[in-house]
């Protein structure tokens, strides 16, 4: 993530450790127009079933 603001998680508000490559990769990104949004290992963990039935985040 050169010259990028650090990724923040939507639910918990978690910072992805650039430091950790291992750790960065397991973050899920979610891009809707321009926006991107992150959510952390755990959160990912959390609502994965929700993810893939794609619910809103309003339903989670």
């Known amino acids: 993530m050169t010259n990028r603001t ?3 998680c939507l ?3 978690a910072r992805r ?7 960065a990769l397991t973050w ?3 891009r809707s127009g321009e ?3 992150w959510l952390c290992p ?6 994965v079933r929700d993810i893939e039935g794609k619910l809103p985040t309003d339903w989670w």
């Not at 650039?18 to 750790?23: A, C, F, K």
């Not at 755990?42 to 609502?47: E, I, L, P, Q, V």
Request: some cysteine.
């Open 6 to 8: 650090v990724a923040v």
């Open 11 to 13: 639910r918990c508000g």
């Open 17 to 23: 450790d650039t430091e950790d490559s291992l750790t």
């Open 28 to 30: 899920v990104a979610e």
């Open 35 to 37: 926006q991107t949004r």
């Open 42 to 47: 755990d959160c990912a963990r959390r609502h």
